[in-house]
């Protein structure tokens, strides 16, 4: 049976990596490459770096010999690539198969798809015949109550009029060889996953599913494996804050006997 993943996701918004709640506040943590550096020392199975910037601006504001400034996401992605030392997950501003490419080139393993594969689904079946499936995740941020969620675009800007499970489901046929799947209205709450919208997409599809959104504790990751069949849980801003946080969730979830590596420290 394969393993349960646990995965920090990283939101990276012009340059500093932000905290976020309900994909409209967002308070700055710091630089990318330290919190890489101090996640990959915790033995996390994967890392997601999410860029959600509204623009090409990315300044630190600051130029060191402690934080090189940079001025493009994929300098910035190879500086992340370097110091990272498990899978990494590269998602934002992906448009067209060269962005696609550039981000796998520069260190990424994977990449992540949202907005342009609304726009555009074919782009889905063009990923993964470039690429492979196992490089494609499909991203679907939605927002709403059971059982009339909407898949929305643009960093929960526009409404597609789309369903999660339907979404998810045309996107495994079209190539994607995984789905992150995230409640636009548990972003930051710390009350748990939307349950019932994982267990859907989960159901819809025979891919990894990855959950996302809201959790506040650990329980909240085990419930995401239990409750809602998710293949890996995933989070944000909970890791932020507390000394070996990955280390701390692995071991909780292990400690359940829920099919997680048993956790221990990189260094």
Known sequence: MLKKRLIPIVLLRNGFVVQSKLFKRY??????TTIVERLSDWAADELIYLDISTDASYDLGRDDLNFVNRHSILEIL????????????????????????????TGA???TVNSQALIEPDFVDAC??????????VSIDAKGCHPSWEVFRMGGKI?????????????????????LINSIDRDGSGHGYDIALIRTVAEAVKIPVIALGG????????????????????AA???????????????????????????????
């Open 159 to 179: 409404g597609t009029g789309r369903r999660p499970g339907e979404w998810a489901a045309e996107v495994e046929k079209r190539g994607a060889g995984e789905i």
């Open 27 to 32: 308070q700055r943590l710091g630089n990318p």
């Open 109 to 111: 393993d994977k990449f």
């Open 78 to 105: 190879g500086d992340i690539s370097s110091k990272c030392f498990m899978p990494l997950t590269f998602g934002g501003g992906i448009r067209k198969l060269e962005d696609a490419e550039a981000r796998i080139r």
């Open 237 to 267: 801003n909970i890791f932020h804050y507390t000394e070996n946080s990955v280390y701390e969730a692995k071991k909780a979830l292990f400690e359940r006997a829920l099919n997680f590596r048993q956790p221990s420290l990189g260094y």
């Open 128 to 137: 993964a015949r470039e690429f492979g499936c196992q490089c494609v995740v």
């Open 215 to 234: 959790v506040g504790t650990w329980d909240h990751l085990a419930a995401g494996i239990i409750e809602g069949g998710a293949s890996a849980v995933a």
